[in-house]
């Protein structure tokens, strides 16, 4: 059983920033893939950004690149999502995702619980 634990989701501004936070747990982990999806109310769900197990390779829908930043964490299996320049465009419950593999897009094996994000003008 894999947990993805998501923090840091709420309410902002157009313009303010926020950082979403995931801890995976649950099984030993090598350097595992993660990144993030969203979901915004009536769309479908969509790729956000994807960091490789080390680090080395990331990945950004067109939608963000340039204003979002994915990052590993210290702490094993930690991934970041800073989130500069935000917009009422990127309302959306956002989720952890883990392992699986990157072509053209991001294909994850673990999904983890959403958070809110939501941007008010």
């Known amino acids: 059983q894999v947990q993805l634990v998501v923090s840091g989701g709420g309410l902002v501004q157009t313009g303010d920033s926020l950082r979403l936070s995931c801890a995976a747990s649950g099984r030993t982990f090598g350097d595992v893939n993660m990144g993030w999806f969203r979901q915004a109310p009536g769309k479908e769900r969509e790729f956000v950004a994807f960091i490789n197990g080390h680090g080395s390779s990331t990945y950004y829908a067109d939608s963000v690149k340039g204003r979002f930043t994915i990052s590993r964490g210290n702490a094993k299996n930690t991934v970041y999502l800073q989130m500069n320049s935000l917009n009422p465009e990127d309302t959306a419950v956002y989720s952890c995702?883990?392992?699986?593999?990157?072509?053209?897009?991001?294909?994850?094996?673990?999904w983890g619980q959403g958070t809110q994000v939501t941007v008010s003008s």
């Open positions: 995702v883990a392992d699986g593999y990157y072509s053209r897009s991001y294909y994850p094996r673990y």
